[in-house]
């Protein structure tokens, strides 16, 4: 087991004292966004020239920065009233959809309501209104997430659309094209199913892919190789995980706290560098994998091997 993975040393030092002092909060992946700028697709509107630059309370020295694409638009037939269109450069520990937007609002001196609690009712002069259905909703790279935006981890490079407009309730959910890379394994057999402590009636229901690898010149040990469909009201990583590695009956040690150490006879070793690392889509996390919130469909890799820094 001497395959070598070799990331430059600003990356993986971030990415492991990120992992070792992770807390139980949203996260995101700096290159694991699901978004591509040069793919045009349709939910990729033209980024304006507005610009805010900020810090989240809480940010510390380690705390990453992610960049999103945020417009803000009331539609009109005549024309668009656009409140903001540009980019949101944002260092937190947790990446929230709601800090994103209230930096945005704040930083053009609009009104707001709502944001903090995750569900918007007031933005500029625009308040929902019932009798008119309309209200103000998002979405992110095209998709109505199924959380508030207080509750939804944005991703570094995010297309963040909000508008106020009649609401069909009824009207079926669009599924925006999404683009695959090099990273999208294989996806084997195995499936597990399952529900989150906390988990209610309404609880949206993920599947995500999951690989986990033992590395080995000769021949990959394969621990497990399929999906996980999590109902869960938060969808962190180590959920699907946990759910995964308990279902194969692996031992297993610090998924919880976000740092894997143990997953069935493998531990990690700093004499020898070899440790637990994972990737979402294709990109090192910028957190423990108990502060990293999955979208469905997404593809998680676990592997064990050889790190050099």
């Not at 971030?14 to 002092?21: D, V, Y």
Request: hydrophobic share 40%.
């Amino acid at each position: 087991m001497n395959k070598t993975f070799r990331w430059t040393f600003a990356v993986a030092m971030m990415s492991m004292l990120a992992l070792a002092s992770c807390a139980p909060a949203a996260s995101s992946s700096s290159s694991s966004s699901s978004s591509s700028s040069s793919s045009g697709f349709d939910w990729q509107f033209a980024v304006g020239t507005d610009e805010v630059t900020a810090e989240s309370l809480g940010a510390g020295q380690y705390s990453p920065t992610f960049t999103i694409n945020l417009k803000i638009v009331v539609p009109d037939e005549d024309e668009d009233i656009i409140l903001y269109n540009g980019t949101v450069a944002l260092k937190s520990d947790t990446m929230m959809a709601s800090e994103f937007l209230k930096e945005a609002v704040t930083d053009k001196g609009l009104a707001q309501a709502g944001i903090n609690e995750g569900f918007v009712t007031t933005l500029g002069d625009y308040v929902n209104n019932a009798e008119q259905s309309m209200y103000w909703m998002y979405t992110i790279n095209g998709l109505s997430p199924s959380f508030g935006c207080n509750a939804y981890q944005m991703r570094d490079g995010d297309y963040m659309l909000w508008t106020y407009d009649v609401v069909d309730w009824m009207a079926e959910p669009v599924v925006p094209e999404r683009e695959l890379g090099d990273w999208a394994f294989t996806v084997g057999e195995d499936e597990v199913t399952a529900e989150s402590l906390g988990a209610g009636q309404y609880s949206p229901t993920f599947t995500v892919n999951l690989k986990i690898v033992v590395l080995d010149d000769e021949e990959d040990i394969i621990l497990y190789n399929g999906t996980v469909a999590l109902k869960s009201d938060t969808m962190w990583a180590s959920e699907f995980l946990k759910e995964a590695v308990t279902d194969k009956g692996l031992a297993q040690a610090g998924i919880n706290e976000g740092f894997v150490t143990t997953i069935g006879d493998y531990v990690n070793n700093s004499e020898q560098s070899m440790y637990w690392m994972y990737t979402i889509n294709g990109g090192i996390p910028s957190f423990g994998c108990n502060g990293y919130q999955l979208r469905d469909g997404d593809y998680m890799y676990w592997y064990y091997g050889e790190v050099s820094w």
